[in-house]
Every structure is written in structure tokens, then in C-alpha cells.
């Protein structure tokens, strides 16, 4: 058996021959996320705690544990920002209900929306979408999924999205009732209350006051179905 002091010998040389190919797990993740451009999403609560915006190549999820917490808004802003930086979107939506009549026509333009009737047929279409090259952000609304949804999907699906969307430098994002897998980097909480008084607000102005904040959690601890099935408006 080799000395402990041969493996290290061999390893530098190793090193040397590939021209610093060769490196711990440590130094490669630090050298991921310093060379992981961010994606703005003109929310400033959003921006301001992801430290700039989304992380490309990277999942965040976005948890809403009740309803009237202004998802629907969030939604439609990312979509706006989409088309305005000319990059195209596609939503997985899990119960089909997007409220299209809710959404600008002008920011649906450059968005493909997929009905799904699972999370794990959602899951299993944003493996095979996430090797197109045509979109730049991937957005499944998964409010609707139980814990027992989310358990269903299988965890190297979740590891090949987010290898697919790391060599696209895309953005994805999974809005939850609570977290759902282990290969999230970033879990926000939208905490946002939305009241009756909103209906008669500025749609601007409920956006610059929706609020997150960081969560920590395991995979499908606290997803869960929303109340009543509500139809989901982005306002």
C-alpha cells in the first residue's frame, strides 16, 4: 500500500501535468459560484437578499406556505424581465392555473407554458426542455403539489437540470409551499400578506412591497396544496 506521502507526490505531479485541471470539491464549488453571473429581477426585496439577482445555473426555490402572498406578481414580473432582456421563458405549471388574462400580452410573447398534471410530469418535462438552448429561464409553479408530489420525483432528475442549466447559464426557479429538494442552493420565503386594500393599490407599488427572506429546510418537509385550489393571479 502506498505512504500517505507518495499519494500526495503523485497528486502534484498529477497537477502539474494538467495544468491545474486537478482540484479538491471545496475549491471547485468556490470557483463555480465566483464565476456565476447573476440574473436582476428588477425586485428589489428579491435582489437585494439573492445579492444582485438569481444565480445562473442555479435552482432557487420560492416559498409561499399560504395564499394572497403576492406569487402571482412575483411571476409576472420575472416574466416582464424575460422579455425585456429578449430571453425566453417557460412555465411548468402543475394544475394548469395560470390565469393568462391576468399577464400583459406583451410579456407572454416569449413565454412557453406547459400544462402539467403532476410534479413529477413537470419535473420530467424540464429534464428534457432544459437542453434547449432557446430558453434562459425555467419557472415551475408548483403551489398546488402535496410533499408526497414532490417525493415522487427522483433526485437525479433535479441533478441533471441543474447541470443542464449550468452549462446554459439559465435560471430556474420552483415556487412551493415549502422546500422541495436537496439540490437547491437558494430557498426565499415570500412572507408578503396581501389584503383586500391591494385590489385598489398601484400594481407597482404592491410589487416594490412584496418581502423575502431566506429559509433553511429539508426536501418536501413543508410543501403542501394550496387552500382551496385557488386560481392563481398575477395580482
Known sequence: MPAPIDKLAALASLRRELAGKVRSGTEFLAECERRDPEEATALAGLDAILGGGFKRGRLTEIHLPGPSRGGGLVLASLLARARQ?????????VGSGFSIES?????????????????AQAVSVWDVAARDDNFRWFLLDGRDCTPEDWRAVRPAQWQRIVGQMREREAVGVVFARGPVTAVAKDRLELFSLLGLDSLHQDREAIVASLRFRRVEGGAGEKAGRGEGGERRMAG
Do not use: H, K
Not at 432582456?85 to 405549471?93: E, K, P, R, S, T
Open 85 to 93: 432582456a429578449g430571453q425566453y421563458a417557460i412555465l411548468f405549471d
Open 103 to 119: 399577464f400583459p400580452e406583451r410579456d407572454l410573447e416569449s413565454l412557453l407554458w406547459v400544462g402539467c398534471d403532476s410534479a
